[in-house]
C-alpha cells in the first residue's frame, strides 16, 4: 500500500528564518512526487513535479528535492505570505493507476 | 480563463437527500478527478476520468456516482447523503496526470 508521511504537522518560523518540510514515501514504482500549496479556505495550489531521485526545483523561496525515499521542500528566508498548508503527493507507476496518495499536510507559519 | 469552476460553494442536506455538485474546467483538460478534504486526513481521491465517456473508481468511491459526457463537465452525484459524507469536497483538472489544477471547493454539510 502506498504510504505518504509529512512532517512536521505543524511549523512556526520567524520572516527569514530558513527551514525544511519532510515528505517521506512508500511507493512500489515512483511516477512522480508533487508538491501543492493550500491557502485557508482554498483549493491546493501546483507547486511542483519531481521525477526521480536526485532531481531538484526551485520556484522563489521555495526548493524542492527528492531522494529514493523522500522529498524535502526548503523555505529560505521566509516571508509572511508564505504562510499555508504544504502537501506532497505520490503516484505509483503500478497498473497505470492514476490514483495519487496524498500527505496530510505541513501547515506553515511565518510571523513577522 | 475561468479555470476550474465548482458550484455551490456551501450545501446544507439532511440525511438521504441527494444532490450533485458541479464541476467545469475550460483549459480542455483530459484528466479530471474528485477528492473529498476531511480533517487530519489529507486528500482522498473519489472518481477520476481520463476522458469523456471514462471514469474509473478511486479511494473511496462508495455512495457516489460520476459521469463524463463533456470534455469540459465532471458532475458528481451523492446518492442518498450521509452524515460521514460531510466534508469539503474539491474537483481538479490535468492535461497530462500530473500537474493538477484545483477548484474553490464545495463545504457540503449533512445532518
Known amino acids: 500500500e502506498d504510504q505518504v508521511t509529512q512532517s512536521p504537522e505543524a511549523l512556526r518560523l520567524q520572516e527569514g528564518e530558513s527551514s525544511s518540510l519532510n515528505c517521506s514515501y512508500t511507493?512500489?514504482?515512483?511516477?512522480?512526487l508533487f508538491w501543492y500549496r493550500q491557502d485557508p479556505g482554498k483549493g491546493p495550489e501546483f507547486l511542483f513535479t519531481?521525477?526521480?531521485a536526485g532531481e531538484e526545483k526551485e520556484k522563489e523561496r521555495l526548493k524542492a528535492t527528492l531522494t529514493k525515499k523522500e522529498s524535502f521542500l526548503h523555505i529560505t528566508a521566509p516571508k509572511p505570505e508564505d504562510s499555508a498548508t504544504y502537501l506532497c503527493?505520490?503516484?505509483?507507476?503500478?497498473?497505470?493507476?492514476?490514483?495519487?496518495?496524498f500527505g496530510r499536510g505541513t501547515s506553515l507559519i511565518v510571523h513577522p | 480563463n475561468a479555470g476550474v469552476t465548482q458550484t455551490p460553494k456551501f450545501q446544507v442536506l439532511k440525511t438521504g437527500q441527494s444532490m450533485t455538485l458541479q464541476c467545469a474546467q475550460d483549459m480542455n483538460h483530459e484528466y479530471m478527478s474528485w477528492y473529498r478534504q476531511d480533517p487530519g486526513m489529507g486528500l482522498r481521491l473519489i472518481h477520476y476520468s481520463v476522458g469523456a465517456g471514462i471514469t474509473d473508481q478511486g479511494e473511496v468511491p462508495n455512495g457516489y456516482n460520476v459521469s463524463r459526457s463533456t470534455t469540459e463537465d465532471f458532475p458528481l452525484r451523492l446518492l442518498s447523503a450521509a452524515p460521514s459524507q460531510t466534508s469539503v469536497y474539491f474537483c481538479?483538472?490535468?492535461?497530462?496526470?500530473?500537474?493538477?489544477?484545483f477548484g474553490p471547493g464545495t463545504r457540503l454539510t449533512v445532518t
Open positions: 511507493v512500489s514504482g515512483l511516477r512522480g
Open positions: 503527493a505520490v503516484q505509483a507507476k503500478s497498473g497505470g493507476s492514476y490514483i495519487p496518495t
Open positions: 481538479a483538472s490535468s492535461w497530462d496526470g500530473y500537474e493538477q489544477y
Open positions: 519531481l521525477y526521480s
